[in-house]
């Protein structure tokens, strides 16, 4: 299998570091004194989660380059004031990188600035040339704060096109979400929870526990082809995508179920497996998505067909405005921007969009590409009056 011992290094990463942030969140939820406002564990997970993640790449590839494009970086940490913070973060990390193996004597213990390079690894700007690996350490901040979902998520881009992605959700039930309510999705129950799903390029997305006690097992997205039996996915948080239009989107197309609302990539993975059929991401105007908010999530819901080329045919003129799409994809899930493109990850941190995000299986996109366009029309024309 093409990129296996890639796909061996970023599972282990990725699993390690979610260890660490279940550690901390842990902690954070039982915490009295914990005041909302105080973002020192979101921010020493983030960190601990990146190191981690840094250290695991850099020393399991060790013959290869390394580039890594990632969230966060230590110019914070370098500041007046951080010693505390730097070193909760480094006992946390070497207290995680000693659970790896039990069995294996520890090398050496890692210091301070040791983490601080380890972070900064992932100061790359990626690009269309070459190799780069693609890490947000905690995507879904405020969801982790809540005690709610978040995911490590990590990917591999070659030459602009993503070849790998690993998504740790520590708190994703590993059973089926669909059917559920909003509160059950999002907050902690005693159902079994934590799973990692994996894809590479050509093999198909496979899931498994977090904890790896049982073998992985090849997900599909939903088969539904009527989107009066969909359910769509969006942010929990509404700041970060407009809920008006989705809900507008979703009436258009007929869709019965409210609203599923969950926080980080987690809706990728839940989507890869069929819990829901639909995500809509339309961030207000003006923000500017980030490439690590989606790459894993992206070949993760694709699956096995990564490369996508859409090409979209007006076939009709008049007033009906029949659009046709063709897409060169096998199976899995379909992600583009509002306008039907393909998402971009060649062009360094940022994607190039228009409007926004938008997955559903193939037969569901004409569909729903058709309703986007019209609801975001429609709202151009409200505002114009
Ligand atoms: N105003 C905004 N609009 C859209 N996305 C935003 C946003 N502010 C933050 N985000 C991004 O939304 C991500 C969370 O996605 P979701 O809404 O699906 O949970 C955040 O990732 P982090 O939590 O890693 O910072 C952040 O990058
Ligand atoms: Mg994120
Ligand atoms: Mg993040
Ligand atoms: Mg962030």
């Known amino acids: 299998m093409a990129y296996e011992k890639e796909l061996d290094a970023a599972k282990k990463a990725a699993s390690l570091a979610a260890r660490l942030c279940q550690k901390v969140q842990k902690a954070l939820l039982q915490s009295d004194v914990q005041s909302k406002s105080d973002k020192s564990p979101v921010t020493v997970a983030d960190y601990g989660s990146q190191a981690v993640v840094s250290l695991l790449l850099q020393r399991e590839l060790i013959s290869e380059p390394f580039s890594l494009v990632a969230e966060e970086d230590s110019a914070d940490l370098r500041k007046e004031g951080s010693q ?18 039990p069995l294996k004597p520890i090398d050496s213990t890692l210091s301070t600035d040791d983490i601080l390079r380890a972070i900064d690894c992932g100061t790359s700007e990626g690009g ?24 490590v998520a990590l990917g591999l881009l070659e030459e602009g096109k993503v070849v790998l992605g690993v998504l740790a959700c520590p708190n994703l039930p590993l059973a089926s979400i669909a059917g559920n309510d909003n509160k059950n999705k999002n907050s902690s129950s005693s159902e079994e929870k934590g799973c990692l799903f994996y894809a590479t390029i050509g093999s198909g997305t496979y899931m498994q ?11 599909h997205v939903s088969s539904v082809e ?9 942010s929990f948080e509404g700041a970060h995508s407009l809920h008006d239009l989705s809900s507008s989107i979703a009436n258009k197309l007929g869709v ?6 969950i926080d980080s990539q987690a809706k990728y993975g839940a989507l890869s497996r069929g819990d829901g059929a639909i995500y809509l991401r339309f961030p207000h105007k003006g923000y500017r998505e980030k490439i690590w908010d989606h790459v894993a999530g992206a070949i ?5 067909n990564n490369i996508i080329n859409i090409t979209i045919y007006r076939i009709c003129e008049c007033e009906c405005n029949i659009w046709f799409c063709l897409w060169d994809a096998e199976a899995g899930g379909i992600v583009t921007d509002a306008g039907g493109k393909a998402l971009d990850f060649s062009k360094g941190k940022y994607l190039d969009l228009d409007t926004g995000i938008i997955v559903a299986n193939e037969k569901i996109m004409p569909l729903l590409l058709k309703a986007v366009r019209d609801s975001i029309a429609e709202q151009e024309n409200a ?3």
Do not use: M
Not at 84 to 101: P, Q, S
Not at 134 to 147: A, C, E, N, S, W
Not at 210 to 218: A, F, N, T
């Open 84 to 101: 505390d913070i730097i070193e909760r973060i480094t006992k946390l990390v070497n207290d995680t990188l000693a659970t790896e193996d």
């Open 128 to 151: 269309p040339n070459g190799r780069h690996w693609v890490l947000d350490p905690i995507d879904g901040t405020k969801g982790f704060l809540r005690g709610d979902q978040y995911a």
């Open 256 to 261: 019965k179920a409210p609203p599923v609302r």
């Open 383 to 385: 505002s114009s009056l």
């Open 209 to 219: 526990p977090l904890d790896s006690r049982s073998e992985p097992v090849k997900v």
């Open 300 to 304: 993760v819901v694709t699956g096995n």
């Open 226 to 234: 009527n989107p009066e039996d969909a359910s769509f996915f969006e």
